[in-house]
């Protein structure tokens, strides 16, 4: 790492010998595949036209597969990701870069205009990023590939954005999944935190059969104001949680992932759910703690309702096995499978250079 970190900066500085910078470039340098990468299109752009011709040689017989397995690392640089943000680069290393979280939001909005209409699905589907990068909708529009559908999508996006709306996909920031702006109630209850009563609301005289004990519970919190519900989201107990976080209120839903009490099992739970919104599993996919667990990854890729940028993200996550188990579900999509397989033949390949 350290000697391959001293050669980069050695080659940026301008003081590497020709033979070294000609090393590197013909492929030759000991080095793993991403500084090997970075490296080349480094020297791309090399003063000696031969350095550079060898460095363009080499990066154009690098295996795709393998590209694609580098272009979507969150370690990918942005000068590499830059490189091959443009036109006529393959669609399956456009994909990997659109789902690539390490993308800046300038990589994505120069995607935005030139890419297929499935991958502009994708990049229309972060509302997060759209509404906090706007210019990036107006690459969207200027995509001649745009279908009516990505059109509509557009105009709804803009729509809600200049009618202020713009907080309903809001988030603070990328490990905080819930949105803070104007949830006044929230913030008030959870600075009260302990000292919230719970009395206005009772458990007692639940039947004991779970089903007939669900639907009593569910009747009885239907009763609740919105106020109540978001207190009983942050303060009651687990049973209430896996009702109120499918709650039709998104504030209230997304109340229970505020919870103190949320314990990493229930995350794990709520992530497999088919019942709950998609904004929901996209609070979820985009907090950095909750997707440290390997449970909630697999359960958000498999979960039908999980919103593609996310899952498409995850699935470089899954180990092998539930890969392939994934590529037969038929109970997933079409586009998660095809990722399962995608996935599954760079690794191949990659094994296979080694």
């Given at each position: 790492m350290g000697q391959s970190s001293n050669l980069f900066e050695l080659l940026q500085s301008g003081a590497a010998p020709k033979n070294l910078r000609m090393l590197v470039a013909r492929g030759l340098a000991p080095l793993p595949p991403h500084q090997s990468l970075q490296l080349l299109v480094f020297l791309l752009s090399d003063t000696n036209p031969e350095i550079a011709a060898d460095a363009t040689r080499t990066l154009s017989s690098w295996d795709q597969e393998e590209l694609a397995v580098q272009l979507n690392s969150d370690q990918c640089p942005?000068?590499?990701?830059?490189?091959?943000?443009?036109?006529?680069?393959?669609?399956?290393?456009?994909?990997?870069?659109?789902?690539?979280?390490?993308?800046?939001?300038?990589?994505?909005?120069?995607?935005?205009s030139f890419v297929p209409a499935g991958l502009l699905e994708i990049i229309a589907d972060n509302r997060v990023r759209i509404l906090q990068h706007p210019s990036i909708l107006e690459s969207i529009r200027r995509n001649p590939g745009i279908t009516p559908q990505l059109r509509r999508?557009?105009?709804?996006?803009?729509?809600?954005?200049?009618?202020?709306?713009?907080?309903?996909?809001?988030?603070?920031?990328?490990?905080?999944?819930?949105?803070?702006?104007?949830?006044?109630?929230?913030?008030?209850?959870?600075?009260?935190?302990?000292?919230v009563p719970l009395d206005d609301f009772s458990l007692e005289g639940l039947p004991v059969d779970e089903q007939e004990r669900q639907a009593e519970l569910t009747k009885r919190l239907t009763t609740l104001s919105?106020?109540?519900?978001?207190?009983?989201?942050?303060?009651?107990?687990?049973?209430?949680?896996?009702?109120?976080?499918?709650?039709?209120?998104?504030?209230?839903?997304?109340?229970?992932?505020?919870?103190?009490?949320?314990?990493?099992?229930?995350?794990?739970?709520?992530?497999?759910?088919?019942?709950?919104?998609?904004?929901?599993?996209?609070?979820?996919?985009?907090?950095?703690?909750?997707?440290?667990?390997?449970?909630?990854?697999?359960?958000?890729?498999?979960n039908p309702k999980t919103p593609p940028a996310i899952?498409?993200?995850?699935?470089?996550?899954?180990?092998?096995?539930?890969?392939?188990?994934?590529?037969?579900?038929?109970?997933?999509?079409?586009?998660?499978?095809h990722n399962a397989n995608r996935t599954l033949n760079q690794r191949s390949a990659t094994r296979s250079t080694r």
């Open positions: 942005e000068s590499v990701l830059k490189h091959f943000a443009v036109p006529g680069t393959p669609g399956p290393l456009l994909q990997a870069i659109v789902t690539n979280p390490a993308a800046t939001p300038e990589i994505i909005e120069i995607l935005a999508i557009a105009q709804e996006i803009e729509t809600e954005f200049f009618a202020g709306k713009k907080t309903e996909y809001a988030v603070a920031k990328p490990d905080e999944p819930v949105e803070q702006a104007e949830h006044s109630i929230v913030e008030e209850l959870l600075a009260l935190e302990s000292d919105v106020r109540q519900k978001i207190k009983q989201a942050l303060f009651g107990n687990r049973e209430v949680r896996s009702i109120l976080v499918r709650d039709t209120n998104k504030e209230v839903a997304r109340s229970v992932l505020r919870s103190p009490k949320l314990t990493a099992n229930e995350v794990e739970s709520i992530a497999a759910m088919r019942s709950v919104s998609e904004d929901i599993l996209r609070d979820i996919g985009s907090s950095r703690e909750w997707i440290a667990s390997y449970a909630v990854v697999h359960n958000l890729v498999r899952s498409q993200r995850l699935i470089f996550r899954l180990q092998t096995r539930d890969l392939i188990m994934l590529a037969r579900d038929r109970s997933v999509s079409d586009a998660v499978r």
